[in-house]
């Protein structure tokens, strides 16, 4: 079945473009908007698989509107993708929930990749930005005054398992659910589970968050490089 999709971005001429390369790649496109407010309306009335968000429009921005889908829609995977290389705006776009980060400068090959990635509820995030984002949120215990680190780990109604802190620490790796069912010789389907607990336990709503929150409160150790 094809994964139903709203763009939004303010230049007209870069959504006929992009409507072209996601039809011919097995995506339908339900649905465009030109700013935040805009695109909240057409996501409620058509119910989209994923949303394509740009960031500096008019009126409403990507930010304010990604959070307003992300109340609303929790399960909604909202992609980020702009012109900013800014790492602010990265970082804000992960905390106000979005699944993943692309630039306007990629090849058309990387951001169909991502984007089914996304589709398939995984982080859609090149190895150089999920890196930044990993060293981000592990360097932010260090930032209080004084120099004081947070609590290690917060207080969970319900502790994670001991296989669902294998599963994590393999997702903040950057490996997919293939990888991760390899690795731990179960079934993708039992990976699925697994994630699905963490989130819930965790309250967070995608892989991102769940990377940020994990390194955050020192849940998993940053590794250097990836999976293999």
């Given at each position: 079945?094809?994964?139903r999709?709203?763009i939004?971005?303010?230049h007209?001429l870069?959504?006929?473009?992009?409507?072209?390369?996601l039809?011919?790649r097995?995506?339908?496109?339900v649905?465009?908007?030109g700013?935040?407010?805009e695109?909240?309306?057409?996501?409620r009335?058509?119910?989209?698989?994923?949303v394509?968000?740009?960031l500096?429009m008019?009126?409403?921005g990507?930010?304010e509107?990604?959070r307003?889908?992300?109340?609303?829609f929790p399960d909604?995977?909202?992609?980020?993708?702009t012109?900013?290389?800014?790492?602010?705006?990265?970082?804000?776009?992960v905390?106000s929930?979005a699944?993943?980060?692309l630039?306007?400068?990629?090849?058309?090959?990387?951001?169909?990749?991502?984007?089914?990635?996304?589709a398939?509820g995984?982080?859609a995030?090149?190895p150089?930005?999920?890196?930044?984002?990993?060293?981000?949120?592990?360097?932010l215990?260090?930032?209080?005054?004084?120099?004081?680190?947070?609590?290690?780990?917060?207080?969970?109604v319900?502790?994670?398992?001991?296989?669902?802190r294998?599963?994590?620490?393999?997702?903040?790796?950057?490996?997919s659910?293939?990888e991760?069912?390899?690795?731990?010789?179960?079934?993708?389907?039992?990976?699925?589970?697994?994630?699905k607990?963490?989130?819930?336990?965790?309250?967070?709503?995608?892989?991102a968050?769940?990377?940020a929150?994990?390194?955050?409160?020192g849940?998993?150790?940053?590794?250097e490089?990836?999976?293999t």
């Open positions: 079945m094809k994964k999709v709203v939004v971005d303010d007209r870069f959504r006929v473009g992009l409507r072209q390369l039809e011919g097995g995506f339908e496109v649905g465009e908007a700013d935040g407010a695109a909240v309306r057409v996501v009335q058509k119910k989209p698989d994923l394509l968000m740009d500096m008019p009126g409403m990507g930010l509107a990604t307003l889908m992300k109340a609303e909604l995977p909202v992609v980020v993708l012109a900013s290389e800014d790492e602010a705006d990265l970082f804000e776009a905390k929930g699944q993943g980060y630039l306007k400068s990629y090849d058309p090959e990387t951001v169909i990749e991502l984007l089914e990635a996304a398939e995984q982080a995030l090149t150089t930005l999920a890196a930044k984002i990993l060293a981000e949120f592990s360097r215990g260090d930032r209080r005054p004084g120099g004081r680190r947070e609590a290690a780990e917060p207080e969970l319900e502790p994670l398992t001991t296989r669902e294998e599963v994590l620490e393999l997702v903040v790796a950057g490996a659910n293939k991760i069912a390899r690795r731990l010789y179960v079934t993708e389907n039992t990976v699925k589970y697994h994630l607990n963490i989130l819930q336990k965790l309250h967070a709503h995608n892989r968050q769940v990377v929150f994990a390194l955050r409160y849940l998993v150790k940053p590794q490089g990836g999976t």
